[in-house]
């Protein structure tokens, strides 16, 4: 019989040729993995100051363009620390994060005050609203609202207009109000007549309380009054005890038989 020359190899019959070829591609793939490896090790971390700037970006905070009116500047200053604590933005660079977003007189009052600002010891956030609070509170601006608060009374507004006013006012007159009594007892005393009543029996003890309840004698008295309207549209249409009773024209004259 003749031998079998043509027999195919099987991974036992590899030639030493084909073993040096393998060996050289594992060689080469081993190497490639370590070179990767060493690039991504050595790759530079990611720029932590930019993306804090971009998280604070995305979240659209507003620009202070230095308005006279105090409660711009405190919602302002109320709406940046909030951005500033979801993002984490470290304290020694909310100053230059919070003055990218100055605008008109504020960007200006910075331009020409910033510098030197910058250089007082211990200069930080703080000491920023400090700054701007001193600048634009004008000592006129905060009498005024002062006395507003002093004088204020729910009158025809609503329970959360009165509500939201009341605490813009707050900040300007800490003295009337230094704590959580005086507050709700100044809060009581500007209500409408039937709202101070029932708060004056219930006593609630935290401002909080006293506007939960509120609201909700306000809300009543509307749904009360809206019944009430309701019910005199309905007497009117059909006739009721309200109807109108005919009047005679005194230019016409009556003939007796």
């Given at each position: 019989m003749a031998p079998l020359r043509n027999r195919a190899r099987t991974p036992e019959t590899l030639t030493n040729e084909q073993l040096a070829q393998n060996l050289h591609q594992l060689t080469q793939i081993t190497q490639a993995l370590s070179d990767n490896l060493?690039?991504?090790?050595?790759?530079?971390?990611?720029?932590?100051?930019?993306?804090?700037?971009?998280?604070?970006?995305?979240?659209?905070?507003p620009t202070f363009a230095g308005e006279e009116d105090p409660t711009i500047l405190e919602e302002w200053i109320?709406?940046?620390?909030?951005?500033?604590?979801?993002?984490?933005?470290?304290?020694?660079?909310?100053?230059?994060?919070?003055?990218?977003?100055?605008?008109?007189?504020?960007?200006?009052?910075?331009?020409?005050?910033?510098?030197?600002?910058?250089?007082?010891?211990?200069?930080?956030?703080?000491?920023?609203?400090?700054?701007?609070?001193?600048?634009?509170?004008?000592?006129?601006?905060?009498?005024?609202?002062?006395?507003?608060?002093?004088?204020?009374?729910?009158?025809?507004a609503t329970v959360v207009e009165y509500h939201k006013r009341f605490l813009e006012l707050t900040r300007f007159a800490h003295v009337l109000v230094p704590t959580e009594a005086t507050k709700v007892e100044k809060f009581v005393a500007g209500l409408n007549f039937k709202a101070k009543k029932a708060l004056t029996v219930s006593k609630p003890r935290t401002l909080n309380k006293a506007y939960a309840s509120a609201a909700d004698l306000y809300w009543v008295q509307l749904l009360q009054r809206g019944v009430q309207e309701q019910a005199k549209r309905r007497n009117y249409g059909s006739g009721g005890p309200n109807f109108k009773k005919t009047r005679s024209d005194p230019n016409v004259k009556t003939t007796h038989t």
């Amino acid at each position: 019989m003749a031998p079998l020359r043509n027999r195919a190899r099987t991974p036992e019959t590899l030639t030493n040729e084909q073993l040096a070829q393998n060996l050289h591609q594992l060689t080469q793939i081993t190497q490639a993995l370590s070179d990767n490896l060493l690039h991504n090790n050595t790759r530079p971390p990611p720029n932590e100051n930019h993306d804090v700037a971009r998280h604070v970006s995305n979240h659209r905070p507003p620009t202070f363009a230095g308005e006279e009116d105090p409660t711009i500047l405190e919602e302002w200053i109320r709406t940046f620390n909030k951005i500033s604590e979801v993002v984490g933005c470290p304290g020694e660079r909310r100053v230059e994060l919070a003055t990218f977003y100055f605008g008109h007189e504020a960007d200006l009052w910075w331009v020409h005050e910033g510098l030197d600002l910058r250089q007082e010891l211990g200069f930080n956030w703080g000491t920023l609203k400090a700054r701007l609070r001193e600048h634009f509170h004008p000592a006129h601006v905060r009498a005024a609202m002062y006395e507003e608060f002093l004088h204020l009374k729910e009158g025809i507004a609503t329970v959360v207009e009165y509500h939201k006013r009341f605490l813009e006012l707050t900040r300007f007159a800490h003295v009337l109000v230094p704590t959580e009594a005086t507050k709700v007892e100044k809060f009581v005393a500007g209500l409408n007549f039937k709202a101070k009543k029932a708060l004056t029996v219930s006593k609630p003890r935290t401002l909080n309380k006293a506007y939960a309840s509120a609201a909700d004698l306000y809300w009543v008295q509307l749904l009360q009054r809206g019944v009430q309207e309701q019910a005199k549209r309905r007497n009117y249409g059909s006739g009721g005890p309200n109807f109108k009773k005919t009047r005679s024209d005194p230019n016409v004259k009556t003939t007796h038989t």
